[in-house]
């Protein structure tokens, strides 16, 4: 997706500024956190306290009233006795002095004596039932003994009174609300935060603010739920008076629970004023930066934009005004621009008078254009092509053979002599027909020592590269010896620096060099050894598109007339002949780098060569030739040129018809086979078969394709289409003798070699 320089400019700044930017939300983050948790430890630490306090001021009730059931006076009697009863009252109204509430004394179903009256006042009055257990009782009010007046709310600590395990009466200390109202104003640490203490059912039975007008009422349900099932706890609800709160609670184990809280807005914390400054300025800055990235973005823009229309004038052929826009970079690409629409103004005289030569020059290429399409068929044709025409040319050969034998053939020798030539051409055609497709075709291979080789073949190079051109020649000292055709790698290395001159018209550097080749070099190839000969220059280089086709024949990337396309064919054919393999690199602007892995000499693998004079005396006359052709044509000039020479021929069309020949009893003393056949089994397949079942028949192979050749010629003798008569019937008698030689004398047992 296209980006603009202003868009690139904005991000550039967001990625600079982003990071502080994060930073300060980090940092105004972690300031609400520390506030909240501040404030969450400041109300969970208020609860606590209130709890103590709250805890402590009910437990001197649980201790006076433990104290008071311990009396004597309360173990026998109904306290009829006045001065008992009196005493007893006076030791309560003691303990109770400095606190809000009075001390009753309940037998079953009625109130003997509370303190809440003057003192020596009748407090026969009806009570609730005895409880048998110690406890806090919840706020509940307390009638004043007279009907219409208002009720006391209060709580009131139970103290059951117990003598020889019978239970007599309660003991009850009571505590206002108002008592524990000045605990909890004592305690409120800040202006606007709620304190509250609620008695076991949920009453409130003191508050700040509020005081007496919440005394009695309920908590809400949602408070409740928060309090269910644990002691203490954070929570958020709704106070009484309609403000959203958060608070701390914490409950007693005498079951009243002490509740702080404060509004739930100031417990979400205020931003400080330090910290609001950060975030202010930063934004500033933010804000700032962008402005700056825009106003610089647009300063770069004009330049730019004038670069635009000054190429499109170029591209118009108007001409370029190179005007100053204050950017260097820019006003050295407007100036380059301008000169070059100098130069093109300049050039296009000359391209006009050129404009008849370029649509010739065209045509060509669109009819060039057509035949590289068809390069990849040629390829996979160019066997086939060259196997049928060695078949023709053997039929020529052999039939102007039989004519030289002819007694009119002296009056015949200028077109027996012309035919002879054709057939020579068409045999080296057919040789590089067979090179371009990547086959083997004959070689005279001789070892060849790179260290001396390559800096002789460079007086060779220089007389085509001409003065403007360097050749360096680096040979690495521990290079193996290769074995290849010495003439066919001297055309290589010509075509390979005819390209490179041809690549630096304006001169340059050729390099040479030669070492022993890596395991990664050799990827691809047969195992064994390889030597790595490169070849590379500093010129124009090719696209990639051109290297895909660099190696096919006809293929080129000069103009037309300039090149045949056959250089680089014959580089790839050659190494691809001498069992390696060509390799090329090249990159537009920096020049072309050919290599060519080529195997090590293993040793001399030469078989002997017979003599003229021995070839002279050899002769196939008297004998009986099994002759395997499929090419009917080639097969009647054949068999007649072995007749014409005394052999008797046995005919074949393919291999299954010649097994059932020998089969039925025939015996020939030589089999002449063609490779390449219809059927089942091949001529290779044919002679393995002969040379088990037959093992002193000679075999004689001969074939069109050289590729078949190569694979069996390690085995067998192997001839070549087309071949001359005088080697063919040589080769089929040294066959026979080579089997004579090699049979046991007369009357050894068969089989037996001594």
């Not at 909890?184 to 076991?200: C, F, N, R």
């Not at 300049?346 to 391209?351: H, I, K, P, V, Y």
């Not at 680096?474 to 390209?499: C, F, G, M, T």
Request: glycine share 10%; with cysteine.
């Amino acid at each position: 997706m296209p980006v603009t320089i202003r868009s690139r400019l904005l991000l550039l700044v967001l990625a600079v500024l982003l990071p502080g930017m994060l930073g300060v939300g980090w940092l105004i983050s972690s300031t609400y956190e520390a506030e909240r948790d501040a404030h969450q430890r400041t109300l969970r630490d208020t609860s606590r306290a209130l709890s103590m306090l709250i805890d402590g001021e009910l437990s001197r009730r649980a201790t006076i009233a433990h104290v008071l059931s311990q009396s004597p006076v309360l173990d026998g009697s109904d306290l009829q006795n006045p001065e008992q009863r009196q005493g007893f009252e006076e030791l309560a109204r003691r303990a109770m002095q400095g606190m809000d509430g009075w001390v009753e004394l309940r037998a079953p179903g009625r109130v003997l004596l509370s303190t809440r009256l003057p003192e020596g006042a009748s407090a026969e009055t009806a009570g609730p039932a005895l409880s048998a257990v110690a406890q806090m009782q919840p706020l509940g009010p307390v009638a004043t003994g007279t009907a219409g007046e208002p009720q006391d709310l209060h709580a009131a600590w139970v103290e059951p009174v117990l003598r020889n395990g019978q239970l007599l009466y309660n003991l009850v200390v009571t505590v206002r609300p108002s008592e524990l109202q000045r605990i909890v104003e004592a305690q409120a640490p800040h202006s606007g935060w709620i304190g509250t203490v609620m008695d076991s059912a949920g009453h409130v039975v003191a508050r700040q603010p509020g005081g007496a007008a919440y005394i009695g009422r309920e908590r809400r349900p949602d408070l409740r739920a928060a309090m269910a099932g644990a002691r203490e706890g954070a929570f958020e609800s709704m106070s009484l008076d309609g403000v959203p709160t958060a608070g701390y609670f914490s409950t007693s184990p005498l079951g009243w629970s002490f509740v702080a809280a404060m509004p739930r807005q100031e417990f979400t914390g205020r931003l400080p004023q330090a910290v609001q400054r950060i975030a202010i300025g930063a934004l500033a800055l933010l804000a700032l930066s962008m402005a700056g990235a825009v106003w610089v973005s647009r300063r770069i823009e004009r330049p730019i934009r004038a670069l635009k229309s000054a190429a499109e004038d170029l591209q118009a052929g108007r001409p370029v005004q190179a005007a100053p826009t204050g950017m260097v970079e820019c006003d050295e690409v407007a100036a380059a621009l301008a000169s070059a629409g100098r130069t093109q103004a300049g050039a296009r005289a000359e391209l006009e008078q050129s404009v008849a030569q370029a649509v010739e020059r065209t045509r060509m290429v669109e009819q060039r254009g057509a035949q590289s399409q068809r390069v990849e068929a040629l390829g996979r044709l160019t066997g086939g092509v060259a196997h049928e025409f060695n078949n023709l040319l053997g039929i020529i050969s052999n039939s102007m053979h039989l004519m030289r034998r002819h007694a009119a053939a002296a009056d015949l020798q200028a077109p027996l002599n012309a035919t002879q030539r054709s057939v020579d051409r068409g045999s080296q055609l057919t040789q590089h027909l067979l090179r371009f497709a990547g086959r083997r075709t004959t070689m005279r291979e001789q070892t060849v020592q790179l260290g001396r080789y390559l800096p002789e073949v460079q007086e060779l190079m220089r007389s085509v590269l001409g003065r403007r051109i360097e050749i360096h020649v680096q040979v690495a000292p521990n290079v193996w010896p290769v074995r290849v055709d010495a003439s066919e790698l001297d055309l290589a290395l010509v075509n390979l620096a005819l390209n490179a001159h041809d690549a630096m018209p304006n001169g340059g550097e050729l390099r040479l060099r030669a070492c022993n080749a890596s395991a990664e070099d050799k990827e691809g190839l047969p195992p064994g050894d390889y030597v790595l000969l490169t070849v590379g220059d500093d010129g124009v280089g090719m696209a990639p598109a051109q290297v895909e086709h660099a190696f096919e024949p006809f293929f080129t990337t000069k103009s037309v007339g300039e090149g045949s396309g056959l250089g680089l064919s014959q580089v790839h054919g050659f190494a691809t002949q001498a069992g390696g393999t060509a390799r090329l690199a090249s990159t537009p602007g920096l020049g072309t780098t050919v290599s060519l892995l080529l195997p090590v000499a293993g040793g001399a693998d030469e078989r002997p060569a017979q003599s003229a004079g021995e070839a002279t005396q050899l002769s196939i006359a008297g004998s009986t030739v099994m002759l395997v052709e499929d090419d009917e044509a080639l097969g009647d000039v054949t068999a007649a040129l072995l007749m014409a020479h005394g052999a008797k021929v046995l005919r074949a069309g393919q291999v299954d018809t010649a097994l059932r020949l020998l089969d039925a009893g025939i015996t020939p003393d030589v089999v002449l086979s063609d490779v390449v056949m219809p059927g089942r089994l091949d001529g290779v397949a044919l002679a393995r078969r002969l040379r088990e079942q037959r093992p002193g028949l000679p075999i004689v192979l001969i074939t069109g394709f050289s590729n078949t050749a190569s694979l069996a010629e390690d085995e067998f003798v192997v001839l070549r289409k087309p071949c001359a008569p005088a080697e063919m019937l040589a080769m089929l008698q040294t066959a026979m003798a080579g089997a004579r030689a090699a049979a046991p004398p007369a009357g050894t047992l068969a089989g037996h070699r001594p």
